[in-house]
T-cell receptor, first 109, second 113 residues
Framework: RKEVEQDPGPFNVPEGATVAFNCTYSNSASQSFFWYRQDCRKEPKLLMS???SGNEDGRFTAQLNRASQYISLLIRDSKLSDSATYLCVVNIFGNQFYFGTGTSLTVIP | SAVISQKPSRDICQRGTSLTIQCQVDSQVTMMFWYRQQPGQSLTLIAT?????????ESGFVIDKFPISRPNLTFSTLTVSNMSPEDSSIYLC??????????FGSGTQLSVL
């Protein structure tokens, strides 16, 4: 069983739409959670950390559900520039980071 | 955040040769990692580069194939040895800030003919 499971998509949504990605993790001892964005042929870049209380950064909202062991990312009012692959990343402890396979998003004009 | 300079950004190599990738960080960091990302796949950890001691390799990766140096807290190299077409991939160095967030170099796109 993979440590982190993520729907690979692709998600094709019109501009202005709201889209949500989910990610599940298997290790209940996981401590830190993140969403990264990766553009084609580029390195992953931190989009936001995910906290138990949920957190928001502009059009992006991240949620963590420890009981069900999943995290989510909600993007409101999608822009063309949001087109990318979104990676769910879980840190067990110390240097143990686990990556989801990534969810591909294309925002269509 | 940490600023990471990785080079080369890309290379095309012949089978049987070796390539050394360099990663320079603008601050001292405890943890440095080397990842591989094959086309259409997520990231796979190759090894953790430890300062002053041998790197810690993940299952499926060995020191003879991927020797790593970490002479100080700001620099590391990864060598891909005796390359074959199966080694064609993107190689990424990364550092962990406070054992939490990961920051990545810009990656090395390697093609082996």
């Amino acid at each position: 069983r993979k440590e982190v499971e993520q729907d690979p998509g692709p998600f094709n949504v019109p501009e202005g739409a709201t889209v949500a990605f989910n990610c599940t993790y298997s290790n209940s001892a996981s401590q830190s959670f993140f969403w990264y964005r990766q553009d084609c042929r580029k390195e992953p870049k931190l989009l936001m950390s995910v906290y138990s209380s949920g957190n928001e950064d502009g059009r992006f909202t991240a949620q963590l559900n420890r009981a069900s062991q999943y995290i989510s990312l909600l993007i409101r009012d999608s822009k063309l520039s949001d087109s990318a692959t979104y990676l769910c990343v879980v840190n067990i402890f110390g240097n143990q980071f686990y990556f989801g396979t990534g969810t591909s998003l294309t925002v269509i004009p | 955040s940490a600023v990471i300079s990785q080079k080369p950004s890309r290379d095309i190599c012949q089978r049987g040769t070796s390539l050394t990738i360099q990663c320079q960080v603008d601050s001292q960091v405890t943890m440095m990692f080397w990842y591989r990302q094959q086309p259409g796949q997520s990231l796979t950890l190759i090894a953790t580069a430890n300062q002053g001691s041998e790197a810690t390799y993940e299952s499926g990766f060995v020191i003879d194939k991927f020797p790593i140096s970490r002479p100080n807290l700001t620099f590391s190299t990864l060598t891909v040895s005796n390359m074959s077409p199966e080694d064609s991939s993107i190689y990424l160095c990364s550092v962990s800030a406070m054992g939490e967030k990961l920051f990545f170099g810009s990656g090395t796109q390697l093609s082996v003919l």
